[in-house]
């Protein structure tokens, strides 16, 4: 198969799911795929970002020798809010390394504080920074902070994310 052509083929679930299906745990096909999406091609990366999501869903031990790519390309300006929404998925639902939490950290608290990213990259945000507490717990009321701050003008998605963030960060101390 060739990724990037049934990339650019169409952007659906069904085509998504047939590349993954494709990639399943396959380390080279998965190797293709990530290059792809850490790429420069703006189309590209955006639709391969949620194929990369559900591979990682299935097989984490795929993204080990990309995390670190991954997350710094976080940094990069103009990269699409796909990009940016499955890839802190990603961190939120693998165990990130500990040479990589204050990295994630950092990333997540610049995407959080962010007025203009979107409510789902900033409620992935909240939940990899919690799960971040619990390793490095000083983290903790900085986190309550930006939540608190963000509270009054969010929605009830981001609410309810707050919410039961504020309880497991209660059990920390």
Not at 4 to 22: F, G
Not at 31 to 58: D, H, P
Not at 126 to 144: G, Y
Request: net charge positive.
């Amino acid at each position: 198969m060739n990724l990037h052509a049934e990339i650019l083929k169409e952007h659906s679930k069904n085509q998504t799911m047939k590349i993954v299906r494709y990639v399943r745990a396959d380390k080279k096909r998965f190797a293709e795929l990530m290059k792809l999406f850490l790429g420069n091609e703006y189309r590209i990366t955006q639709r391969s970002a949620w194929a990369v999501s559900y591979c990682v869903e299935e097989h984490h031990e795929l993204i080990t020798p990309y995390l670190k790519k991954m997350i710094l390309n976080l940094k990069q300006p103009n990269l699409h809010d796909a990009v940016k929404r499955n890839t802190v998925k990603v961190l939120q639902d693998i165990n990130i390394p500990k040479n990589l939490l204050g990295l994630s950290a950092e990333v997540c608290f610049t995407l959080l504080s962010s007025k203009t990213e979107p409510l789902a990259v900033k409620c992935y945000s909240i939940s990899v920074l919690a799960k971040i507490c619990k390793q490095e717990p000083d983290l903790k009321n900085e986190l309550k902070l930006l939540i608190e701050e963000q509270l009054p003008y969010s929605t009830a998605g981001f609410k309810a994310r707050a919410r039961k963030v504020f309880k497991e960060l209660e059990k920390l101390y």
